[in-house]
């Protein structure tokens, strides 16, 4: 299989046997795998701190910028493999229920264009934090009425 087609089983296999071979098991409690995995999305946020927005595809950075992007990827995907095993979760399975509840959430009739949360279209409080909502979330586009930006998805 090529790299760009590896599974979620396949990297959760690699995981497994990567801790493994080290006797790491005994250090992966999910608690752990948490807040390494937020450790990890840090790491990611560092290389987009105060650069402001940044256009898709990073096309004015340089090769090593967009390598380091895809390492600190590649760890928050890597830890998030491993915490959903050690939790007993199909994340695969998973993520694809999420997404029909998210077609739901946000039918395409109402949602179409709109970076609005659920919550303002549908008129529910059914409010879980997952979203998919546009990523033209900005403070000048946004139309919700909170207070914050961060409420804005
Ligand atoms: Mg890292």
């Known amino acids: 299989m090529t790299q760009g087609g590896v599974t979620l089983e396949e990297l959760k296999k690699k995981m497994a046997d990567f801790a493994r071979e080290r006797d790491w098991d005994q250090f992966h409690s999910p608690r752990n795998l948490l807040l ?73 009739i109402l949602s179409k264009g709109s970076s609005k949360k659920h919550t303002q279209i549908n008129g529910d409080n059914n409010s879980d934090g997952g979203l998919l909502a546009s990523t033209k979330n900005n403070n000048s586009s946004c139309s919700c009425s909170s207070s914050t930006s961060s409420d804005c998805v």
Request: hydrophobic share 40%; net charge negative.
């Open 36 to 108: 390494a995995l937020v450790g990890e999305v840090g790491e990611l946020s560092e290389i987009f701190q105060w650069k402001g927005e940044v256009p898709r595809g990073l096309p004015e950075w340089k090769d090593e910028e967009k390598q380091h992007v895809g390492e600190e990827l590649s760890d928050v995907l890597l830890y998030l493999v491993r915490l959903s095993d050690i939790c007993g979760i199909d994340l695969g399975k998973a993520a694809l229920r999420k997404l029909e509840l998210n077609a739901i959430k946000y039918p395409v």
